[in-house]
């Protein structure tokens, strides 16, 4: 993968497409390595989440918000706050949630106060009550469970996260299939890889204290060894589907070529996938919505994501990807004439690579993250954000052996 074959998201700290709110660190089931404390008395009070509210709306321009935790489901407010979110602060509420506590009456409510989406995190390393020691595959017939509910309720968009370990990368083509037989329902995957700590080479440290490796919520390589990175993902997924590639990406701090943020959007039916658009159909779906919102675009209603016909009309004279999904589909049609009257659907698929260090020790984190939070009345990166809670200061690396 080459960084010149794609687009350079221009997402920012100030300006962003979205942002991370945690009303709560409590978690109602166990995720494997998860790097989140399950603080069981973190709730934070309504006011709280409007002083957090304050802090992102001051200091950041965003599209929505993504209400995590912890189990933002755990919260017993959260009804309301999504109703704060969108109502009082005008952004797209999105809950990211393990789905354990999602009902049909939960998400009604939730609608009801406004939600934009909902995002399930599920993965064979969740300790998840009735599907323990399932595969990803298996996990598959739970998913559908998830995303037939959001169907039913409608208008909301739907997206499923998995965290991706060197053991269950080869499952992620069989999952990018799945979405596309349910493209109808499935607007967006996102495939996180693994955060390992490194402590064959360097040292942790909050401060001038050396922290051991209990002390650190992640593994490290003696349970995940060499974590994988998005170019290694892609390259499997190419294995079976060797047309498949991204439109953009976000670079890292100190590696600006490295592939932090990746997006991918295809075009298709549960049938068939037409084609995947390019670098320029980003540019201008981002610049654009820019130009005229006045802040990037991170969720899209779901009743646009099924105008595929309209997309390839109007972006095939300037988008090269585009181009050639209208041509496949054109000729689909001439092959089936009947194919002219089904929708076509457009479908979002990401990776976020993880923390990663230089040879000096220094974090490469994303730059430009979304998933910015608040602590203590700043913004900071949420995948971080224990570190801060445990230690009171990210921690630095050093390399082993250094003075």
């Excluded at 979405?179 to 995957?189: L, Y």
């Excluded at 670079?251 to 295809?266: A, N, Y």
């Amino acid at each position: 993968m080459d960084p010149a074959n794609y687009y350079r998201l221009p997402w920012t700290l100030n300006d962003n497409v979205l942002s991370w709110l945690e009303p709560t660190k409590k978690c109602n089931i166990y995720c494997e390595g998860c790097y989140s404390t399950n603080e069981h008395d973190s709730h934070k009070s309504l006011d709280q989440v409007r002083a957090d509210m304050d802090v992102f709306t001051a200091k950041r321009r965003m599209d929505s918000m993504s209400i995590a935790g912890g189990d933002p489901l755990t919260h017993p407010e959260i009804v309301e706050i999504v109703r704060i979110i969108r109502h009082e602060y005008n952004l797209k509420p999105v809950v990211n949630t393990n789905g354990h506590a999602m009902t049909p009456e939960v998400l009604h409510a939730l609608k009801m106060a406004g939600l934009h989406g909902v995002t399930f995190h599920v993965d064979s390393g969740q300790g998840r009550p009735n599907w323990k020691n399932k595969t990803e595959l298996e996990l598959n017939e739970l998913r559908l469970q998830l995303a037939q509910m959001v169907e039913r309720e409608g208008g909301l968009t739907c997206a499923f996260n998995m965290t991706v370990y060197r053991h269950t990368a080869e499952h992620v083509p069989t999952l990018i299939r799945w979405a596309q037989e349910h493209i109808e329902i499935v607007h967006s995957m996102v495939f996180i890889l693994f955060r390992t700590a490194r402590s064959s080479e360097f040292s942790y440290h909050a401060g001038a204290r050396e922290v051991q490796m209990d002390e650190v919520i992640y593994y490290d390589q003696e349970t995940n060894p060499a974590p994988m990175t998005t170019p290694e993902l892609f390259a499997i997924i190419r294995e079976h589907e060797p047309a498949f590639d991204a439109a953009a990406y976000l670079g890292g701090t100190r590696d600006p070529s490295s592939f932090k943020w990746t997006l991918v959007g295809r075009v298709g039916t549960p049938d068939r996938i037409h084609g995947y658009v390019g670098k320029r159909f980003m540019e201008l779906i981002q610049t654009g919505h820019h130009f005229f919102a006045g802040h990037y675009l991170a969720y899209s209603h779901p009743a646009l994501l099924s105008q595929g016909k309209a997309m390839l009309a109007g972006f095939s004279p300037v988008d090269a990807g585009v181009r050639r999904a209208a041509k496949d589909w054109v000729k689909t049609v001439a092959r089936h004439p009947r194919q002219l009257g089904r929708p076509l659907h457009f479908q979002s698929i990401a990776f976020i690579q993880p923390i990663d260090h230089m040879a000096d020790g220094e974090a490469n984190m994303c730059d430009g993250c979304p998933d910015m939070t608040v602590h203590e009345g700043q913004l900071v990166w949420s995948c971080r954000l224990d570190e801060l809670k445990r230690h009171g200061s990210f921690l630095s690396c050093r390399p082993r052996g250094s003075c």
